[in-house]
């Protein structure tokens, strides 16, 4: 992990020197230059990968056990979709009427807070449901026709809107860690924090759900709580990272089943923060790959981890049995 | 109602009705006393899962009234009702890589800590329950490679650990072979005597309900009839279980020909 980020720090488009990094943190002497990259850059980009790969990796663990699907995560459910929904609406719905946002400080947290808003809004009309579908098969269901009706009004709209607003909105699908500044940092971090103390609470009944549904309310587990909870704790982390970073996918799918690969242990006591730690440091991996060492340009961050997540869901489709 | 046992009965029905959208089964009348085992039996698609779910609460039955130690099923909380009562459906999903220990201890949800840690007192629990079953050789190996019989005993031994006065049980032999069959009956009596619990368990398997079991429910073509084995073999009432009336129970044979 340490290393992971250690290579995030050092490679770049500017390769910095491990010592100068060591100076660094330790208080040593610098030039201004490194403090110019590092402060406004490197730090805060690889704290907000690290930050996304966790709320990514807990929140499909959640899923995948909530639907009992292996392929299920918060992508699957239309969460990345409202999310979507809510920026495009933000980018080229204000742009059709004319409205223009000047400043670029405005625009991120306009952009921010619509896909939040999105996002939530798509678990509140789950939540809405989720007491009258019976089952969580038809949930999820529910929840991909959403995502598809959700695709195509951003088609229609991308369809009708101007080049530049269309411009924007796809740089924001391609999903990307940096331009973050410590303020937005501070709030990104809480949020997660939030999401993760949930899902950590949400441990017990996510152990209890492994028993079959049926089986787990003779336990005596409150199964609407339960869903509420996992759901609530989901946006929090999920739609949080999509609002600041982009939707990025894979990530939710691959993590817990290398979790699962690598510990051998379905408890969630040890699944949990296996997937964290496993998140945090893949998502470095990925964005230290995107930075394309020693190149001016950076590949969207999707691409990625598209390349790290599609082997291994392949894998899981074609050989492993999941329950 | 015939009650010939005088064992103070823990769980009651009365006029009940079931169903899902629209009532399949009506006029239940039975009870069920404390240590007794209790066979529930009928045709295929009769309702006897239809029954076991609504006794368990995860169904809202039509009307009549379902009581447990004379309280409505309605008026349990979920935690007090899985007190009483524990449910095991006829397949339990298995997960991989989960340790048997683990799997058994997941009976302990109403007693853990928020962290879903088990005490000391309940770790010896899982793992006596888990002797009692017989699968004390397997306690910390992966429980989605066990054998259809030894889950089903698995499943059994974590609603063991659930401690619920009334254990219920859909079709618990469904999947498995002859042995197996005998094996898990054979357990279940052994838990109704030893833990003195009410076992309510849904078979096909009529001649070994008849055997080992102290009542048994008849989910008949017509009418709910309920009653220890003999009796209802003088009442021909295994004879109302099909809706074919040429098939009549041979005591005899101990058949149906």
């Known amino acids: 992990m340490t290393i992971l980020v250690l290579l995030n720090l050092i490679l770049g488009s500017v390769i910095i020197p491990l010592k100068e990094i060591f100076s660094f943190f330790t208080g040593g002497e610098t030039s201004k230059f490194v403090q110019d990259i590092m402060v406004p850059y490197r730090i805060p980009k690889v704290i907000t990968a690290m930050l996304s790969g966790v709320a990514l990796s807990v929140c499909g663990l959640q899923m995948q056990t909530l639907f009992r699907n292996p392929l299920a995560d918060p992508f699957i459910l239309g969460i990345s979709s409202g999310a979507g929904l809510g920026v495009a609406i933000f980018v080229m719905g204000f742009s059709a009427f004319g409205i223009t946002i000047s400043s670029s400080f405005a625009a991120s947290i306009g952009t921010a807070l619509s896909a939040w808003l999105g996002a939530f809004g798509v678990t509140l009309l789950l939540l809405a449901v989720s007491s009258r579908l019976r089952d969580n098969s038809s949930l999820l269901i529910f929840g991909i026709m959403l995502g598809s009706v959700v695709s195509a009004i951003i088609s229609l709209m991308q369809y009708l809107s101007s080049s530049s607003a269309l411009k924007v909105f796809v740089l924001w699908t391609m999903g990307s860690f940096s331009g973050l500044n410590p303020s937005q940092i501070w709030v990104l971090f809480i949020l997660i924090m939030c999401g993760f103390a949930l899902s950590v609470y949400n441990i017990k009944d996510l152990n209890a759900l492994l028993t079959g549904e049926a089986y787990a309310r003779s336990l005596g587990v409150n199964l609407e709580s339960t869903r509420r909870r996992i759901l609530i704790a989901t946006t929090l982390l999920a739609g949080s990272v999509t609002a600041f970073c982009g939707p990025i996918g894979f990530i939710g799918i691959a993590v817990p089943h290398i979790a699962r690969m690598l510990f051998k242990n379905a408890n969630h006591k040890v699944l949990m923060p296996s997937a964290a730690l496993l998140g945090a440091a893949i998502m470095v991996f990925a964005d230290t790959i995107a930075q394309l060492p020693g190149q001016p340009g950076v590949i969207p961050i999707n691409t990625v981890s598209a390349l790290i997540g599609v082997p291994i869901i392949l894998m899981i489709v074609l050989k492993t049995r999941f329950v | ?257």
């Not at chain 2, 459906?89 to 890589?97: A, D, E, I, L, Y």
């Not at chain 2, 059994?156 to 219920?168: F, H």
């Not at chain 2, 005998?182 to 368990?201: P, S």
Request: hydrophobic letters at 40%.
């Open chain 2, 1 to 257: 109602m015939i009650d010939s046992t005088n064992i103070k009965a823990v769980l009651r029905l009365e006029n009940l009705s079931l169903g899902y959208d629209r009532i399949i089964y009506r006029d239940i009348n039975g009870s069920a006393g404390y240590g007794q085992m209790v066979a529930v039996v009928g045709a295929n698609g009769m309702g006897k899962s239809t029954l076991l779910r609504s006794v368990a609460g995860i169904l809202k039955y039509h009307a009549g009234k379902i009581e447990i130690e004379g309280k409505s099923v309605e008026d349990y909380s979920s935690r007090d009702l899985s007190l009483k009562i524990s449910y095991v459906p006829s397949q339990s999903p298995r997960t991989k890589n989960l340790s048997l220990f683990d799997m058994v201890s997941a009976g302990c949800y109403s007693r853990s800590n928020w962290l879903g840690v088990i005490g000391k007192e309940d770790n010896e629990f899982v793992r006596s329950a888990i002797k009692m079953v017989g699968l004390e050789q397997f306690t910390e190996r992966d429980s989605s490679l066990l054998s259809d019989g030894e889950f089903q005993r698995a499943a059994i031994a974590r609603s063991l650990v659930q401690n619920s006065t009334i254990m219920l049980l859909d079709e618990p032999t469904a999947f498995l072979d002859i042995a197996n069959r005998i094996t898990t009956v054979k357990l279940l009596k052994d838990i109704a005597l030893r833990e003195n619990k009410t076992i309510i368990f849904s078979t096909h398997d009529l001649l070994q309900a008849i055997k080992l079991c102290d009542k048994i429910w008849v989910m008949g073509h017509n009418n709910f009839l309920e009653g220890d084995p003999e009796e209802l073999i003088e009442k021909g009432a295994f004879d109302t279980m099909f809706k074919d009336s040429s098939l009549r129970f041979d005591p005899k044979l101990f058949t149906f020909l």
